[in-house]
């Protein structure tokens, strides 16, 4: 699996994480992947506490769209044909907004 993450900032200032899914070898989208966003909250020192905050699938494309805040932390989990995997730590900061990465797992 092939991760493409981008963040834009909008001009109510609401933040839009977009993530595609490809297929690692052909590069082809892979749609119909179950992808779970959780904020990472820290309530006391050393501990963590992660909340659900919504479940997409990704479209024919390979993308789906999250609503998210800045300087927040957020989990992704990515789930096809009972294969799961995930990107255990996510900071959205300034830095990321307007640029995108590419994971490869």
């Known amino acids: 699996m092939l991760l493409f993450i981008s963040c834009n900032k909008k001009i109510n200032n609401d933040i839009t994480l977009k993530v595609q899914v490809l297929n690692k070898e ?27 905050i919504e479940n997409k699938k990704t479209n024919a494309l390979g993308m789906v769209l999250f609503e998210v805040d800045d300087n927040k ?12 995997t995930s990107i255990d730590y ?10 995108s990465i590419i994971i490869e797992m």
């Open 26 to 52: 052909t590069f082809k989208p892979l749609s119909n992947v179950d992808v779970t966003i959780l904020q990472i909250r820290k309530p006391l020192l050393g501990m963590k506490e992660f909340h659900k």
């Open 73 to 84: 932390e957020y989990c992704l989990w990515f789930e096809k044909e009972r294969k799961r």
């Open 90 to 99: 996510l900071l959205i900061e300034e830095r990321l907004i307007n640029d």
